[in-house]
């Protein structure tokens, strides 16, 4: 679809947004690995089985860490065994050192996602290395996982600010992507992990950047605890950014107790991307279809607000139409 | 605050936003005439209380329709005189007609909303009346309102979209929003009803209608029933636009089912101008209280992503010091 076609795609206070944007699906793995409970495989399945039905296309399915720490992610293999390959659509798991890539490499995995933080507070908490051990850890995967004729994402948290530091200086973020860009990532996911971003920070972090690493390589990882989700996403489309990070329904991004939000939710995104007249080839019915999925998987009601919708207007039309 | 001691109200992709963005609480009258049971007059004042508490100085507190229409907003009168006056705040009604002015008068209310919809269908399913009766009933008020010294603010809903109709065409919004504006109302509040508004068709909107009227008399009524009432807030505040509504915890706003969004919840609104360094004179804190004070009233969770996030935070501290 070029511009002449699609009359919302011209340029204005907005800017030219991109005709088309990726959407990087981190459901079945940042929000399963997050739920108390652990979901049996088949049902893991059923879920990537639908986000996939509603023309998904980039899924990380899974985590290769040690089951001693995610428990929940235990069945890795299990898992990619029983979803295999779909045509065109691209499977990823998050990879903490070189045993677990060589276990996303046995399992046939075409892409791995190494992580960084970049708070040292956080780095420590979370992963007990230094941010300098952890960047040297991640370089070494990326090398091996390169080598080995995979493709390697990373993962940069706290870049909106740290649940232990506050906030983290721009110029750190910057240092840390260029050095994971330098090892032949493809793609940096920026995470705003407890969701505290605004969008003027997000101008500012996006222009610090953008004078080192082209927009092609940067997706935007954004957590809607405080609301601001889309409103972030929609300083980063307008810079140009084609690629955002979203989970079914805002399933998982570690939210404070039960209703509250956590991750950016894939139809609340997909519904202002599309209300744009920017692509996506998803299927805004279908994914309500795998929203409903996960909550019952799940066995309770997520935050995110186009699937309640979807589902409350459905609720009353069944209940208008019961009673004619 | 000036550019200068504010490093993030600096112009960027965003451009310069206002330094400074009033909020329009909507919360006890939009809120409450949408739950089911009527609260009791007395727990609207501690509403309200809580309000001015937090730092608010412009809140709808009541509607005068009849009664027999909105029966959970029958004790406007009563209300008025428990909450009285205060240094600083502006309380407002809807007002739907010269009788209801009649009684906002008499009530002492400086303040009176006129309210039209820019959709044929909708305004006939509404108040039964087409948007040339509505529009000439407005009229009538506002003349009658300024003659008593009162200030009167206009209301257009269905701006992004009709529940019956589909989409509205923007000139018809324009050439509404002139008759308001040239009848004399001090302010022009664009309501995207159904929250289906996404920022491309906002920004078409703004761009219409600031051809035609000035800025300041504009303010945005964002619903947040699909997550995109920040993002469309947004590129109002980069058009200059210094007035939004919002509702205490996202009461109101006819969501679809209970736990389904409505309006934009103030605090998400102030939590995101905050951190943009720009002013509300606010206490997002005080905020938080009042929206646990909401919740307890109509008895169960609201939308509002802040509020939960916050509530949320605090649960889990307590119960940490509790294991300590």
């Given at each position: 679809?070029?511009?002449?076609?699609?009359?919302?795609?011209?340029?204005?206070?907005?800017?030219?947004?991109?005709?088309?944007?990726?959407?990087?699906?981190?459901?079945?793995?940042?929000?399963?690995?997050?739920?108390?409970?652990?979901?049996?495989?088949?049902?893991?399945?059923?879920?990537?089985?639908?986000?996939?039905?509603?023309?998904?296309?980039?899924?990380?399915?899974?985590?290769?860490?040690?089951?001693?720490?995610?428990?929940?992610?235990?069945?890795?293999?299990?898992?990619?065994?029983?979803?295999?390959?779909?045509?065109?659509?691209?499977?990823?798991?998050?990879?903490?050192?070189l045993k677990g890539l060589q276990r996303a490499r046995e399992a046939g995995?075409?892409?791995?996602?190494?992580?960084?933080?970049?708070?040292?507070?956080?780095?420590?908490?979370?992963?007990?290395?230094?941010?300098?051990?952890?960047?040297?850890?991640?370089?070494?995967?990326?090398?091996?996982?390169?080598?080995?004729?995979?493709?390697?994402?990373?993962?940069?948290?706290?870049?909106?600010?740290?649940?232990?530091?506050?906030?983290?200086?721009?110029?750190?973020?910057?240092?840390?992507?260029?050095?994971?860009?330098?090892?032949g990532i493809y793609q940096l996911s920026l995470g705003d992990t407890i969701?505290?971003?605004?969008?003027?920070?997000?101008?500012?972090?996006?222009?610090?950047?953008?004078?080192?690493?082209?927009?092609?390589?940067?997706?935007?990882?954004?957590?809607?605890?405080?609301?601001?989700?889309?409103?972030?996403?929609?300083?980063?489309?307008?810079?140009?950014?084609?690629?955002?990070?979203?989970?079914?329904?805002?399933?998982?991004?570690?939210?404070?107790?039960?209703?509250?939000?956590?991750?950016?939710?894939?139809?609340?995104?997909?519904?202002?991307?599309?209300?744009?007249?920017?692509?996506?080839?998803?299927?805004?019915?279908?994914?309500?279809?795998?929203?409903?999925?996960?909550?019952?998987?799940?066995?309770?009601?997520?935050?995110?607000?186009?699937?309640?919708?979807?589902?409350?207007?459905?609720?009353?039309?069944?209940?208008?139409?019961?009673?004619?």
């Amino acid at each position: 679809m070029d511009t002449k076609e699609n009359p919302r795609a011209r340029p204005g206070w907005l800017g030219q947004l991109p005709k088309r944007v990726d959407v990087y699906e981190v459901g079945p793995r940042d929000g399963l690995q997050n739920e108390l409970r652990t979901l049996p495989t088949r049902d893991k399945a059923r879920l990537i089985d639908a986000l996939v039905a509603a023309g998904e296309k980039r899924i990380e399915v899974t985590s290769f860490v040690s089951p001693k720490w995610i428990p929940q992610l235990a069945d890795a293999e299990e898992l990619l065994r029983l979803v295999g390959r779909r045509e065109g659509v691209v499977f990823s798991a998050l990879v903490p050192n070189l045993k677990g890539l060589q276990r996303a490499r046995e399992a046939g995995l075409e892409e791995a996602a190494v992580f960084i933080s970049a708070s040292e507070a956080h780095s420590k908490k979370n992963i007990n290395k230094s941010i300098a051990e952890a960047l040297a850890g991640a370089r070494e995967v990326t090398v091996a996982a390169l080598h080995a004729g995979m493709r390697v994402r990373g993962y940069l948290s706290t870049v909106w600010g740290c649940p232990y530091e506050g906030e983290v200086p721009v110029a750190r973020v910057v240092d840390i992507c260029r050095q994971l860009v330098d090892a032949g990532i493809y793609q940096l996911s920026l995470g705003d992990t407890i969701g505290v971003g605004t969008p003027r920070q997000t101008e500012e972090i996006l222009e610090a950047l953008l004078k080192h690493i082209p927009v092609e390589k940067l997706a935007l990882h954004m957590h809607d605890t405080r609301g601001t989700a889309l409103a972030n996403a929609l300083v980063g489309l307008s810079a140009g950014v084609t690629t955002l990070d979203a989970s079914i329904g805002g399933l998982g991004g570690c939210p404070y107790a039960p209703g509250a939000a956590g991750n950016l939710a894939t139809e609340d995104a997909v519904f202002m991307l599309h209300g744009m007249g920017v692509e996506t080839g998803i299927n805004l019915d279908k994914l309500v279809e795998a929203g409903e999925i996960a909550q019952e998987l799940i066995g309770r009601k997520l935050a995110g607000k186009y699937l309640q919708a979807a589902l409350g207007e459905r609720e009353k039309k069944a209940s208008r139409s019961a009673r004619t």
